[in-house]
T-cell receptor, first 114, second 112 residues
Framework: GAVVSQHPSWVICKSGTSVKIECRSL??????MFWYRQFPKQSLMLMAT?????????EQGVEKDKFLINHASLTLSTLTVTSAHPEDSSFYIC??????????FGPGTRLTVL | GDSVTQMEGPVTLSEEAFLTINCTYT??????LFWYVQYPGEGLQLLLK?????DKGSNKGFEATYRKETTSFHLEKGSVQVSDSAVYFC???????????FGTGTLLAVQP
């Protein structure tokens, strides 16, 4: 149980385009999901908390207009990187919170912006 | 603010050696503590957790004890295998927000 999927697993896009990443909890409902960035050989940096049916809460320094988060259902949250630039290239990871307050992580999405 | 300090790697061990990865934390209140593992090319997987002082989390031969007096949650395994090679992250969970604060990760390389 407690499986979280992400789609796509990797994406390459041109600078200036937008990219949507999906995060799904496959066998449980999650009112709360989280989005992280992980830079090479570094730890995870929390970007935002996604709450079903309400606006996301962004961490300090994260541009909410650039990283749009929508948590439309209890099993799906999406992260859209708008007007992507090469510095947005990163590994994006989501997690979903279970009823026992444990986060289960998706496998991550590698974004490369050319 | 809350923080997690993890021993720097890489840690290189021979198969069947004893493993310890140190983790200490600073927190207000009574957080939950976690160890996550990230195998090459994969996402994070929950390895074990402990929710209160003196709790011992264990899984797959790994164990860690929540030590409030030393603010530590060291990861141990008695006999490592090559398949244990991965990056290990210690994390602290904020009880109010459920946000996780991660340590920097420790790369473990087990040689046959």
């Amino acid at each position: 149980g407690a499986v979280v999927s992400q789609h796509p697993s990797w994406v390459i896009c041109k600078s200036g385009t937008s990219v949507k990443i999906e995060c799904r909890s496959l066998d449980f409902q999650a009112t709360t999901m989280f989005w992280y960035r992980q830079f090479p050989k570094q730890s995870l940096m929390l970007m935002a908390t996604s709450n079903e049916g309400s606006k996301a809460t962004y961490e300090q320094g994260v541009e909410k207009d650039k990283f749009l988060i929508n948590h439309a259902s209890l099993t799906l949250s999406t992260l859209t990187v708008t007007s992507a630039h090469p510095e947005d290239s990163s590994f994006y990871i989501c997690s979903a919170l279970t009823e026992t307050d444990t986060q289960y992580f998706g496998p991550g999405t590698r974004l490369t912006v050319l | 603010g809350d923080s997690v300090t993890q021993m720097e790697g890489p840690v290189t061990l021979s198969e069947e050696a004893f493993l310890t990865i140190n983790c200490t934390y600073t927190a207000t209140g009574y957080p939950s503590l976690f160890w996550y593992v990230q195998y090459p090319g994969e996402g994070l997987q929950l390895l074990l957790k402990a929710t209160k002082a003196d709790d011992k989390g264990s899984n797959k031969g790994f164990e860690a004890t929540y030590r409030k007096e030393t603010t530590s949650f060291h990861l141990e395994k008695g006999s490592v295998q090559v398949s244990d090679s991965a990056v290990y992250f210690c994390a602290l969970g904020d009880g109010a927000t459920n946000k996780l604060i991660f340590g920097t990760g420790t790369l473990l390389a087990v040689q046959p």
